[in-house]
């Protein structure tokens, strides 16, 4: 059972890495064709009205955002402007912000569970004082 609770927290993870890379392209206007968790075949995916394929796919050890353009970022063009909406068609900044986005998803997610486990747990406090002693126990015995 820990296992499967282990899995649902690292897909969890994830899917919310992958929103901030997502949410952070479609603010910029760049075109989304994939957001899959895990990889390989999928066992679920369906298409949106933007033309983005969701999937949840059979290997649950990560996932990512698939950008237009993002994938013939390292072939050489010659000198033609890039297609708009695609990843090479933005800003260095824009780009810069699309790739950190899923690490500040992720650390601000951790800020706001934390926040909502003190806000509704709190700290638990424990004092060096003892409280009582057992009857018939070698401290009561010995008048302690």
């Known amino acids: 059972m820990i296992y499967i609770n282990l899995l649902i927290i690292f897909l969890l993870i994830i899917t919310i890495h992958e929103l901030g890379h997502y949410f952070s392209a479609k603010l910029f206007n760049a075109e989304v064709t994939d957001f899959s968790i895990g990889f390989g075949k999928p066992i679920y995916q369906f298409i949106d ?12 050890l990560g996932g990512y955002v698939k950008i237009k353009g993002l994938d013939t970022i390292f072939q050489k063009n010659s000198n033609q402007r890039p297609e708009v909406g695609t990843f090479q068609s933005l800003s260095l900044f824009r780009k810069i912000i699309i790739l950190l986005a899923g690490s500040f998803f992720n650390i601000v997610s951790a800020w ?24 018939n126990s070698p401290a009561f015995l010995n008048d302690i």
Not at 53 to 60: A, D, F, V
Not at 113 to 131: D, K, P, R, Y
Request: glycine share 8%.
């Open 112 to 135: 706001f569970c934390l926040f909502i486990i003190m806000f509704f747990i709190g700290i638990s406090t424990f004092s060096n004082e003892i409280g009582g002693v057992m009857d």
């Open 49 to 60: 009205k933007n033309k983005t394929r969701w999937k949840i796919s059979m290997i649950p």
